[in-house]
Structure formats: structure tokens, C-alpha cells
């Protein structure tokens, strides 16, 4: 398997990670059974809940880019030492995102997110 599917597996395990983590901050703070219903009118989660969630959504929302771009180095054969650091910076800097996101600071959330961008970016160049 090329390395880049290997952090694209580790990218999809950090995103299910995140999932459960919204999901059990949800449950804290509205309880299983508004959880379990159809949700109308549910409040949204607050504090580091509502931070798990929106991390999560972002998550899957660049997760969804950062595939689309391994599955095209990987098929069309691209791949070189430039989209494996791209794949690890998107990794690495998703995990620490999460991190910091939960725990609420602000710039540095931006900065790592950045990187992550940054790590797309070098896989988007070499498919040009």
C-alpha cells in the first residue's frame, strides 16, 4: 500500500476519533435520549461539546479534499516524497487542530489548520 493511503487510513481513524469525542461531549451536555430522538429544537452543544463538534465538522469537511487528492497521486501514479510530506503534514497537523480546538485556543487553532492546508497544497502541486 503507498504510504499516502497509509495516512489517509490514519486520517479517516482520527475523524471517526473525533466523531465519538463530539458524540460523548453531546450526550453530556443534552443526554442520550434528545440524542436518541429527532433532535428538533435541540440546543446547540456549548463549551468544549460544541468545540468537539465543529472539529469534527471541519474535520470532514477537509477530509474530504485531502482523500480526493491521495486517491488521484495514488491513481495516476504521482506520488513522490512531496505528497508523502503533504499527506503527513495534513495528518499531523488535523491531529493537533482537534487538540487545540478542544482545548479553545483560538489563533493557534487557525495556525495548525493552515498547515494541514499547506500539506494539501504540496500534494495539489504534483498532480499539476
Known amino acids: 500500500m503507498k504510504p499516502e493511503l497509509v495516512w489517509l487510513l490514519w486520517a479517516l481513524a482520527l ?7 463530539a458524540v460523548l461531549g453531546a450526550t453530556a451536555q443534552v443526554g442520550l435520549p434528545a440524542l436518541a430522538g429527532n433532535r428538533e429544537g435541540l440546543a446547540p452543544c456549548t463549551g468544549w461539546a460544541g468545540r468537539a463538534a465543529r472539529a469534527h465538522h471541519n474535520m470532514v469537511e477537509n477530509l474530504v479534499l485531502f482523500a480526493a487528492l491521495v486517491l488521484i497521486a495514488v491513481v495516476t501514479n504521482k506520488t513522490n ?4 510530506l503533504g499527506a503527513q503534514l495534513f495528518f499531523w497537523a488535523r491531529l493537533a487542530y482537534a487538540l487545540v480546538y478542544l482545548a479553545g485556543i483560538p489563533w493557534l487553532r487557525t ?8 500539506g494539501m497544497i504540496l500534494i495539489f502541486v504534483q498532480l499539476l
Open 111 to 118: 495556525l495548525v489548520w493552515v498547515v494541514s492546508v499547506i
Open 15 to 21: 475523524a471517526f476519533a473525533q466523531m465519538l469525542v
Open 81 to 84: 516524497s512531496t505528497t508523502l
